[in-house]
């Protein structure tokens, strides 16, 4: 273990475009459950699991409804309070990568808003985020207090409405079958096309489209001159991505051979070690 840290610590020192991929494994050392670990939601919960499913679908029939029963406390919470939790040393261990000029983008599934608690600063939430509200028509993101939502059930004047477009609004988070909100698609494909690391930490890289962004940067190939055996010089096509996973356990990724290498592990005690090396090899 203590050798694959290492060779993390050179990959990202020697990267040129480093990123970060992140799931709800990250944010267990927080106190919120992941899915799909031994003490997942699902895994203890495989009804709750099925009724997610239906999240925006029951949306669609019926946004007020869905409304009421999310602000009555009725709804699907699934996470806890996450108002109150705070960012663990994983968390903050990718923000210092940024900070220090490595990690350009962190692309996370999480929505409990904890990378932009600990500074991360180029985010993306392909999840959305609980602590903001989107309108479905025009993508506009809002605060989650802008719209007095209390007030506005009091009056019966549920779904909240945007301002620009008179679109529905909904959480930012993305339910079950809602498609993923188009700008962060996007903007994740592009960074996934453009990197030359891929730090991939606490996901079991299962829920599509994200679990893609690690296949297709896999499939990029670059060019590299080599000398062959009679001294002559000849193009090589070589992958153009070093693809690092940190989890408690293998994933299809390991498996189907998309990742380099696992370091199996918490993530809240392997990338501060990994920021430690960085920092000695920067010296
Ligand atoms: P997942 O539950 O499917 O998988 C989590 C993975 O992390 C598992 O492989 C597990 O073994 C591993 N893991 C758990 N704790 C770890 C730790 N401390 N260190 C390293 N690895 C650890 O999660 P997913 O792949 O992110 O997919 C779940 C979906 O549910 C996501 O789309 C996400 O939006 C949502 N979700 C979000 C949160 C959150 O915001 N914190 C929590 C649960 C689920
Ligand atoms: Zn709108």
Redesign the pocket.
């Known amino acids: 273990m203590e050798q694959l840290i290492g060779r993390a610590a050179r990959d990202l020192v020697d990267s040129k475009y480093a990123i970060g991929l992140t799931?709800?494994?990250?944010?267990?050392?927080s106190g919120?459950?992941?899915?799909?670990?031994?003490s997942?939601?699902w895994t203890k919960n495989p009804e709750a699991e099925r009724r997610a499913y239906l999240g925006y679908q029951e949306f669609s029939e019926d946004p007020k409804k869905w409304w009421e029963e999310r602000l009555s406390g009725r709804g699907q919470s699934?996470?806890g309070d996450l108002e109150k939790v705070i960012p663990n040393p994983?968390h903050h261990a990718l923000a210092e990568l940024e900070e220090l000029g490595i990690l350009k983008c962190v692309i996370t599934?999480?929505?409990?808003a904890?990378h932009e608690k600990a500074g991360t600063k180029n985010l993306l939430e392909y999840?959305g985020s609980f602590s903001k509200l989107r309108c479905i028509s025009c993508g506009l993101r809002f605060g989650r207090d802008e719209f007095g939502l209390e007030e506005l059930m009091r009056e019966n004047q549920l779904p909240p409405r945007c301002p620009k477009c008179r679109g529905v609004i909904k959480s930012d988070t993305v339910s079950f079958g809602e498609p993923i909100p188009s700008d962060v698609a996007h903007q994740s494909l592009e960074e996934a096309w453009k990197c030359d690391v891929m730090l991939i930490?606490?996901?079991?890289?299962?829920?599509y489209p994200?679990a893609n962004l690690p296949r297709i940067a896999r499939e990029r190939r670059t060019e590299r001159e080599k000398q062959t055996e009679t001294g002559i010089y000849a193009v090589e096509r070589i992958s153009a991505v070093t693809i690092i996973e940190?989890?408690?356990?293998p994933?299809p990724l390991t498996e189907e051979g998309i990742s380099d290498y696992l370091i199996q592990?918490?993530?809240?005690e392997i990338l501060p070690i990994i920021v430690e090396e960085v920092k000695k090899i920067r010296k």
């Open positions: 799931g709800a494994g990250i944010s267990t050392e919120i459950p992941d899915f799909r670990g031994p997942g939601v699934f996470l994983g599934q999480n929505v409990d904890l999840h930490c606490g996901t079991s890289a299962v829920v994200f940190v989890n408690a356990d994933t592990g918490k993530t809240g």
